[in-house]
């Protein structure tokens, strides 16, 4: 199966600094990545995502990139808020493929922002 | 707007006890998700369903069951609950059928926390 690893597990960041959050995947046939955001005592929610098809995708202050060939994909945030802080956990899947929906998550990066 | 509700925010059982956690959603999605999430080791998934009476284990079904009786419903069952069951449980249901998005995007509950004496 799947197998998504997730670095660094934990990230502290002044404000108005970036943050990059980078994963690695191991199945090729993967084409479907998301990034989720869970704040504390929170529910994790989709914040961005990213198909295969595509090396980039931008919303306002975050980005996420795609590097098929290395299959490696990485959560870019500028100008990084106190809100930013929080979980992320990254993941993937293969979508319309036989996992029935599956998503294989990587074990989270807690972000923190200092003022 | 998605809403998946999960029956108790908060639950407290002893060691022996069977215990139920329900999770509804909302949105008529296909598929429906159980996960464990415990202090670095992320979302670990237990089962999961892609159909009315159909389940799948994930990567930790060992000592839980589910159950699947009606689309919107989706029950974990701890058969004998122990003191390492312990953690906070997640619901997630996706793909819309209807609408034929074919994602796999997930919406996730507000989560059970299990505590076991």
């Known amino acids: 199966g799947e197998n998504v690893e997730q670095h660094p597990s934990t990230l502290s960041v002044q404000e108005g600094d970036s943050a990059v959050i980078k994963c690695t995947y191991s199945?090729?046939?993967?084409?479907?990545f998301p990034w989720y955001k869970q704040e504390l005592g929170k529910r994790p929610q989709l914040i961005i995502d990213?198909?295969?098809?595509?090396g980039e995708k931008k919303d306002q202050r975050i980005a996420v990139t795609l590097n098929k060939t290395a299959k490696h994909f990485s959560l870019h945030i500028t100008e990084t808020q106190p809100e930013d802080s929080a979980v992320y956990f990254c993941a993937a899947s293969k979508e319309g493929g036989s996992t029935l929906g599956r998503l294989y998550f990587g074990r989270g990066t807690q972000l923190t922002v200092w003022p | 707007d998605v809403k998946v509700t999960q029956s108790s925010r908060y639950l407290v059982k002893r060691t022996g006890e069977k215990v139920f956690l329900e999770c509804v959603q909302d949105?008529?999605?296909?598929?429906m998700f159980w996960y464990r999430q415990d202090p670095g080791l992320g979302l670990r998934l237990i089962y999961f369903?892609?159909?009315?009476?159909?389940?799948e284990k994930g990567d930790i079904p060992e000592g839980y069951s589910v159950s699947r009786e009606k689309k919107e419903r989706f029950s974990l069952i701890l058969e004998s609950a122990s003191t390492n069951q312990t953690s906070m449980y997640l619901c997630?249901?996706?793909?819309?059928?209807?609408?034929?998005?074919?994602?796999?995007?997930?919406?996730f509950g507000p989560g059970t926390r299990l505590t076991v004496l």
């Open positions: 949105m008529d999605h296909e598929n």
């Open positions: 369903s892609y159909d009315v009476k159909m389940k």
């Open positions: 997630a249901s996706s793909f819309p059928l209807v609408t034929r998005e074919t994602t796999d995007t997930q919406y």
């Open positions: 990213i198909r295969s098809n595509v």
């Open positions: 199945d090729s046939a993967s084409n479907y």
